[in-house]
């Protein structure tokens, strides 16, 4: 099979299309005929090995698998010992274990759900990692009606989940982003637009109940003056180009360690791709309550192309790439 493959860790220009072994799925797992992957900080975190703290679990000096890409829309083509819920055929979407951007990919079951009916494999990839952590970040938040919610970053991956979701919840909503990508978030829901190129986060004073913080960009002591004196905030991103070693998530790993000391409550979310929370986005997106931003749609072979436009912030949501 074809796969979009690095043997060193770098930017896109590591990137090759080489013909490789198809995996083969372990216990538990599905081969998935990809349709569709996607490109977000995480998977470019991998490529680059940056920051640094990631190579202790992907490889210290070279990376240990040369495949690439988590978020995978496909259709099953063989299920592997011990599968139970899902059969050759099925159209679904999730997170792999082998690396997406490649014509067959294996995945866990436990992280595989039946695609949604109404979407397209190009938007289904799109959603697995993001619409999780938006999901989870909803959940842990505690969006609900007459609580106001300011989100950083909400014109990208995960920010365009978060504003969907946290409106079905009956929030008020309030998007930081730049001003290219302001109408597309109001599109989405949010009440209120700033753009962070002409004024802070905190521009209207101690006024949310819940900071979500995914542009990762903002000092803490500015998303604080932004939150109530008893609200929450909540660090999802690291804002992965700052800092060589840590690359900013340091302060998701500190934030239970900090929040005992604060009147305001300070989390640090991590999100899991499991088949509860997809089931979740699939019944949000079949209602009608989440639509999926594909911001750009690249081939296979394009992949370097979407990194770069990913690295530049060019495409509000999320890039997607098709295969074949
Ligand atoms: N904790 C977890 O489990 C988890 C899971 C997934 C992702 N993450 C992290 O969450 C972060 C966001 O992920 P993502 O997929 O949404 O990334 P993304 O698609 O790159 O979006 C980040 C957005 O931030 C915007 N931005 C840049 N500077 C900003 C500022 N000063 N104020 C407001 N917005 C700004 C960017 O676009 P514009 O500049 O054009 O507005 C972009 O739309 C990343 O750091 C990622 O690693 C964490």
Redesign the pocket.
């Known amino acids: 099979m074809k796969a979009m493959i690095r043997r060193t860790y770098g930017e896109s220009g590591v990137l090759e299309l080489s013909p490789v072994e198809p995996p083969r799925p372990a216990a538990g797992e599905v081969l998935i005929e990809v349709r569709a992957a996607a490109v977000?900080?995480?998977v470019w975190?991998f490529m680059t090995g940056r920051p640094y703290a990631v190579r202790l679990a992907t490889g210290l000096r070279r990376p240990r698998r040369f495949g690439l890409g988590l978020d995978v829309a496909g259709v099953v083509a063989e299920v592997g010992a011990r599968v139970t819920r899902l059969r050759p055929g099925d159209e679904v979407y999730g997170t792999c274990r082998t690396g997406s951007f490649a014509e067959f990919a294996a995945a866990r079951e436990s992280q595989l759900a039946i695609k949604p009916a109404n979407l397209t494999f190009a938007q289904a990839a799109v959603v697995p990692?993001?619409g999780c952590?938006a999901l989870t970040v909803v959940r842990e938040t505690g969006a609900a009606p007459g609580r106001r919610v300011l989100i950083?970053?909400?014109?990208?991956?995960?920010?365009t989940f978060t504003v969907q979701l946290a409106k079905a919840r009956g929030a008020t909503v309030t998007g930081?982003?730049?001003a290219?990508?302001a109408e597309l978030v109001r599109s989405l829901g949010a009440d209120d637009v700033i753009d962070?190129a002409t004024a802070e986060v905190d521009r209207d004073g101690p006024t949310y109940d819940t900071v979500v913080d995914?542009?990762?960009?903002?000092p803490l002591s500015l998303l604080r003056r932004a939150a109530k004196p008893r609200g929450t905030i909540a660090l999802?991103?690291?804002?992965?180009a700052r800092g060589r070693v840590m690359g900013g998530f340091h302060r998701?790993m500190a934030a239970p360690l900090i929040s005992p000391f604060m009147s305001q409550t300070l989390k640090g979310?991590?999100?899991f791709v499991r088949v509860p929370e997809l089931d979740e986005l699939t019944r949000h997106i079949e209602n009608g309550t989440l639509t999926p931003v594909v911001g750009a749609t690249y081939p296979l072979a394009g992949t370097a192309d979407a990194f770069r436009d990913?690295a530049a912030?060019r495409s509000?949501g999320?890039i997607a790439i098709t295969v074949p």
């Open positions: 977000d900080p995480g975190i990692v993001s952590t950083t970053g909400a014109g990208g991956g995960v920010g930081v982003c730049s290219a990508k962070y995914l542009a990762g960009s903002r999802v991103g690291g804002g992965h998701q979310i991590s999100s990913h912030s509000a999320k």
